[in-house]
């Protein structure tokens, strides 16, 4: 049976064996073998379709003759080599056109292979997953690459682009784990999606001609550390770089790290960054109007300023940023979304502009440091859970907010106070839950219920007042609350859920309703349960008499809601004085009238009566003591009356609602902190006479946005005008005195006037005003004062003749900043004042000028020429450290150029004066055109790293006189070829030709060879590729010397004379014809050489 059966399959494949036969005899374009490779004929070409079994190497040649036929191989069919098992080596011929998709995709074993000019097409997958591939040349003639075309090939390290290649399609080098370095040609247009994903770059170069990428683009990217983009990529796609869990940093052409802030960039896509440690700060250009849901999910960013060009901010883009804590939003943003910083644990500041109206679910929620924060008028809806977990002290709620969601404010380990508007009609299920140290809610008329647990265990809540519209709490509204006294204001007892209250305080809270409504309490089968129900009390006021005069010093009982202060008391005396603490922290106080007799309110007469909302103070008082009103929180307006001429120290502060206050004639000082986080402060008239506005008297008030100081103000206070929502500032000429951070953080503030006179604009004036394009630079002016313009958006600063002193960071970071003039009479000029300016074009350095200051100009990447005044003496470390500089002009009478001074810059050639004798490290290290440098004759030293990284070096001049060079000296110049070292060199550093592996050529003209700071200054293969060439007279010595004689060719250089037929003989002096004695041969003219066996000679010497 067994043998049957073999028969069987036996008979069956001969019967198939001859039907290919006859086939093919047949048909022309079957499969026809030569020499192991198998050839169908299509269109009258050869497309090669198969390789024999065993075979390790494929050949592919330019013309096959099948049945005396002969044909051009223009082609390789789909899947004609898949899975082959032993090739190891493909070359392609000149005639090849196309590879076909899945062509050799899993030969396993193929390691070489060789492209040829001529092919145009590799299409999808035809080398995928080909494992042992590790470098590829690819030719000129093609212009795009398939889907997946080398994806996989996990030995593939180097690959070589042609400039012709348009496009790289999806996945082409996905999962190419050792590919860790790649250059894109310029030309480039189209990075397909997932191009590079999981695959081993460590860092990446986009060209300016890609205006294209495809879906995540480099996702799980795991290994790449930095991005390299340009100005004119107009989008980042989904994905982008998610998971790519080692990027840190994404630099743009001409800016600092990770900016954004060019103007093409419309669009960040979906988890973008996600996964990553992007770290910096997020600055985004006028361009952009989208960023993507998660965009920059668990990235490392500090800081983001999100510009009102953004028209949709995607859900949770901002969330679990760890390190964030700075954040700013422009105005013109309406809807800050969900999950939006969510988890954003650092974050300590947060603007938010009178735009917003919606903050979406969970969009807060675990700032655990958010301290600094404002909610403006304009505010509509807080969404679940907005801002649970966020670490205020207290929150107020503005007029217009009219709906807060579910958990808002649950779990805010900080949060003590709780102000709600007055356009809340419902308190949702667990506003406030599990909120441990509130002990102050402001339940405003108007809400009708609250939902289940909405206060469910706030422990240290045990005074609460119901507002006469409530009408319904849900269950366990009060859970794990022991509250000791309840004010119901409803006259009709509200409905309660199961569990609302605690059993145990039926027995000891004092539970006040309105007098008429006590029966109905009394009868309802919730309420009767109160054994201390009682109708509330009505005011007693408290006094002492001074002199006929009464003073009243407090008031029963602590649920007040309306204090309408008698004009006398007791036995007829004047009310003249409301003394110190005398309303004090009374919660349901709602209203205040205030008669013609009193005088003075006294310090803290109504401070934390958060409920008060109306203020009436007739004509008589004139004296308003500090803290007054202090935390007032829903004050809105006052009005003061024409006699007051004393308003006290932080007498509004914190009245977070207060729109509008006139201060009236008379009046000469505003104290400080007067207004002090007044955020929805908008309107305030100042009195003629007004001389001072002190210390942050308006800090903090985010919605004024004019103010109109009087012409007497002498004297402008610390922080006083700091973080205000004002749009322009003038500044009278009477003003002589000024604090500093007087005018910082004005996030909307875009023209400055400064008075004539000024002598000195403080440190920190305009800090960070991020907006401030426009500002006067006084010709009085004499100093300008640290990081006083930092982060400013000025796009001018022509500083005037006089101005002596320039502090340091003045102009730090000014990104807009286009144009700058620095006079001649500054002559202290500190560290860094225009460094980060990226749009710096046009600078103008006066003649005068001695020094160049420390990082100047540092990162000023947009400056590409400067011309230095022949007065300047030293340029200072990392004075002109900037990118784009294409010409800078180093005048006669410079004397020192320190460290970094002007490296990493763009210009081909650069001449240093004779006079500059003092040179730092890395002085030109970084400078990616550099072609020819010609060293200064005062030179002594070439500095450490001076030519480091300077990939189109190819001439250096190095005069008489430099004795020795530093370490690194000459690294990483690859296009060096040929150096001369003069006769004076003594010793030469470490690593000094390191990865400079062209070099030629390298003449040594001292007679002595150098000594050497270390044992490795050269690589070892400039050994056998680089000719030494040495004065004759030394050659010996240099190949007996230590390290110089590892050179396989030392040859004399022919410049100090012959050759000797004594070998001991030595040239002892050297003389030109007409017998003046020189250290060293006179180059194209013939020298007298005199030897140590008193012989000489003439000898013409070459120019050299």
């Not at 198939?16 to 192991?36: D, E, M, R, Y």
């Not at 001449?911 to 004798?917: D, E, L, N, Q, W």
Request: charged share 15%.
């Amino acid at each position: 049976m067994r043998k049957l059966n073999v028969s069987k399959w036996l008979l069956i494949a001969i019967m198939l064996n001859l039907t290919g036969s006859i086939a093919a005899a047949n048909n022309p374009q079957l499969a026809n073998w030569v020499n192991n490779i198998a050839y169908t004929i299509v269109n009258g070409e050869a497309s090669v379709s198969g390789l024999k079994e065993d075979a390790t190497e494929m050949k592919i040649p330019e013309k096959v003759t099948i049945d005396g036929t002969q044909y051009n191989v223009t082609s390789v069919a789909s899947s004609a080599c898949r899975a082959h098992a032993t090739l190891t080596k493909v070359s392609f011929p000149a005639t090849m056109r196309t590879i076909g998709t899945d062509a050799f995709a899993e030969c396993y074993a193929l390691s070489d292979v060789t492209f040829k000019e001529g092919i145009e097409t590799l299409s999808a997958r035809c080398f995928t997953n080909c494992r042992n591939i590790v470098s590829l040349d690819l030719p000129s003639t093609i212009t795009s690459l398939g889907v997946a075309t080398f994806a996989k090939c996990k030995a593939l390290k180097t690959v070589n682009m042609p400039a012709s290649l348009k496009v790289i399609g999806d996945s082409t080098f996905a999962y190419d784990t050792f590919l860790t370095d790649l250059t894109l040609p310029e030309g480039l247009q189209t990075i397909g999606a997932y191009a590079f994903a999981n695959a081993g770059l460590t860092k990446i170069t986009i060209p300016s001609s890609v205006t294209s990428f495809g879906v995540g683009t480099f996702k799980g990217n795991t290994k790449i550390r930095t991005i390299y983009l340009r100005e004119t990529v107009p989008s980042l796609p989904d994905l982008f770089c998610y998971g790519a869990s080692s990027l840190t940093t994404v630099y743009v052409e001409n800016s600092m790290p990770w900016t954004l802030g060019f103007a093409n960039m419309k669009s960040i896509g979906r988890n973008a960054f996600m996964g990553t440690k992007l770290s910096s700060s997020a600055t985004f250009g006028p361009g952009l109007v989208s960023i993507g849901d998660s965009a920059y999910y668990g990235t490392n960013i500090s800081s983001i300023n999100i510009p009102a060009n953004v028209k949709k901010i995607g859900d949770y883009c901002f969330a679990k940023c760890v390190k964030l804590n700075t954040l700013s939003v422009s105005e013109g943003i309406e809807v800050l979304p969900t999950g939006f910083i969510d988890g954003a644990t650092a974050l300590k500041k947060c603007y938010l502009p009178l735009s917003v109206k919606v903050i979406g679910e969970n969009a807060f929620r675990g700032t655990v440091k958010l301290e600094n924060f404002a909610l403006m008028n304009g505010l509509t809806t807080l969404g679940a859970g907005s801002l649970s977990g966020i670490a205020l002290s207290e929150i107020v709620l503005p007029p217009s907010v009219t709906s807060v969601g579910a958990n808002a404010f649950a779990g805010c380990t900080a949060l003590q106070s709780v102000i709600l508007g007055n356009k809340v009609t419902k308190i949702n299920a667990g506003m406030c839950a599990n909120v441990r140290l509130l002990n102050t809610v402001v339940i405003p008329e108007g809400v009708t219920e609250a939902g289940d647990t909405a206060f469910a265990n706030c422990p240290m809540l045990t005074n609460v007042s119901l507002p006469s519209t409530f009408g319904r709490g849900g269950a366990g509204m009060f859970k794990g609350i022991n509250i000791s006294s309840l004010n119901v204001m409803a006259s009709t007892p509200p409905e309660m859920g199961e569990g609302a209250f605690e059993e145990s305080i039926y027995s000891t809270c004092t539970v006040q309703v309105p007098a008429e409504a006590l029966a109905r309490y009394q009868q309802h089968s919730l309420w009767k349960k109160f054994a201390k129900l009682q109708s509330a009390p009505t005011p007693e006021y408290k006094y002492k008499i001074n002199n006929g005069n009464a003073t009243i010093t407090c008031v029963t009982p602590r649920t007040i809601a309306v204090a309408e202060i008698p004009a006398t008391i007791g036995d007829n005396c004047p009310v003249v004085e409301i003394g110190s603490n005398a309303f004090s922290s009374k919660p349901s106080l709602q209203k205040v009238v205030i008669p013609a007799s009193v005088k003075k309110i006294g310090s803290n007469a109504f401070s934390n009566c958060k409920s008060l909302s109306s203020v009436t103070i007739n004509e008589g008082t004139d004296t308003i003591a500090q803290n007054a009103f202090f935390n007032c929180c829903c004050l809105k307006e006052i009005t003061l009356p024409k006699t007051v001429k004393y308003v006290g120290h932080g007498c509004f502060q914190n009245d977070y609602l207060l729109e509008k206050v006139n201060i009236p004639e008379g009046v000469d000082s505003l104290g400080h902190s007067i207004f002090m986080r007044c955020y929805n402060l908008k309107q305030v008239s100042l009195p003629s006479t007004l001389k001072a506005i002190q210390i942050q008297a308006f800090c903090y008030t985010y919605a004024l946005e004019h103010l109109d100081i009087p012409k007497g103000v002498n004297a402008i206070g610390y922080l006083s005008l700091a973080y205000t929502g004002l749009r322009s500032i003038a500044i009278p000429d009477s003003a002589k005195r000024f604090g500093d951070f007087a005018c910082a953080e004005n996030m909307y503030l875009k023209k400055a006037t400064l008075p004539e006179g000024l002598n000195q604009i403080p440190d920190y004036f305009f800090n960070s005003c991020k907006n401030l394009e426009e500002c006067n630079f006084p010709s009085s002016l004499k100093v300008i004062g640290r990081q006083a313009f930092d982060e400013t958006a000025l796009k001018e600063a022509i500083l005037p003749n006089g101005l002596t002193t320039l502090r340091v960071n003045a102009f730090l970071n000014c990104r807009q900043l286009k144009k700058a003039r620095v006079p001649g009479t500054v002559s202290t000029w500190e560290s860094t004042t225009f460094s980060g300016d990226w749009s710096l074009t046009d600078v103008e350095l006066c003649e005068g000028l001695t020094e160049v200051a420390y990082g100047a100009f540092l990162d000023c990447n947009h400056l590409a020429r400067i011309t230095i005044p022949s007065t300047v003496k030293k340029l200072a470390y990392s004075s002109f450290n900037c990118a784009g500089l294409e010409e800078i002009t180093l005048p006669e009478g410079l004397i020192t150029v320190d460290g970094y001074a002007v490296s990493r810059n763009k210009f081909k050639s650069i001449t240093f004066p004779a006079s500059v004798i003092n040179v730092g490290n890395n002085i030109l290290a970084n400078s990616p055109n550099l072609e020819t440098v010609k060293v200064g004759a005062g030179w002594k030293i070439i500095p450490t790293s001076c030519f480091l990284n300077c990939p189109k070096l190819t001439t250096i001049e190095i005069p008489e006189g430099v004795t020795e060079t530093g370490n690194n000296a000459f690294r990483q110049c690859p296009s060096l070829e040929k150096l001369t070292l003069p006769s004076s060199i003594t010793k030469c550093g470490n690593y000094m030709f390191y990865q400079s592996t062209n070099l030629k050529e390298l003449t040594v003209l001292a007679t002595t060879p150098p000594t050497f700071g270390g044992t490795t200054p050269f690589p070892v293969e400039l050994y056998s590729s680089c000719t030494l060439l040495v004065p004759a007279s030394a050659i010996d010595l240099y190949k007996e010397a230590d390290i110089w004689k590892n050179f396989n060719t030392i040859k004399t250089s022919g410049v100090t004379g012959p050759n000797v037929d004594e070998a001991e003989d030595v040239v002892i002096a050297i003389y030109t014809l007409n017998g003046f004695k020189v250290s060293k041969p006179v180059g194209g003219q013939v020298n007298i050489f005199r030897y140590r066996s008193g012989k000489t000679k003439k000898v013409f010497v070459p120019a050299y």
